[in-house]
């Protein structure tokens, strides 16, 4: 079985992160920090990136969700030497989220 190195993983305006890009290496890596540093956040932008469905995953302001405001994961990783990018990018705009996931260049879009 062939395995799939993840290379970083980036997000922006995810839930309480304005901007975050974390970059591994080939061998094994660890994730610690103190509680409320972003670590399972970190964890649900890969999972929503991936299209799992994350609950609470919008920026808040207050008790209000932020409209107008792009919304990104980004996991790089490497698969049989070869390099991908997947991109999910969301937009709230009068209450209306559009969604687009890309593949290196290809991309997909729905709305909800």
Not at 12 to 18: A, C, L, S, V
Not at 42 to 48: F, R
Not at 87 to 97: E, H, P
């Amino acid at each position: 079985m062939d395995k799939i190195i993840i290379n970083s993983i980036e997000l922006e305006n995810f839930k309480g992160i304005k901007h975050i890009k974390v970059d591994f290496n080939n061998s094994a890596n660890i994730i610690a920090a103190e509680c409320g540093a972003g670590k399972t956040t970190l964890y649900d932008g890969y999972k929503w990136c991936l299209g799992v469905a994350t609950r609470d995953f919008e920026p808040i302001n207050g008790n209000s969700v932020v409209d107008n405001v792009t919304i990104l994961a980004r996991v790089e990783f490497t698969l049989k030497s070869f390099n991908f990018a997947l991109t999910r990018r969301a937009v709230r705009k009068n209450g209306r989220m559009t969604t687009k996931i890309a593949l290196n260049d290809y991309e997909f879009t729905s709305q909800r």
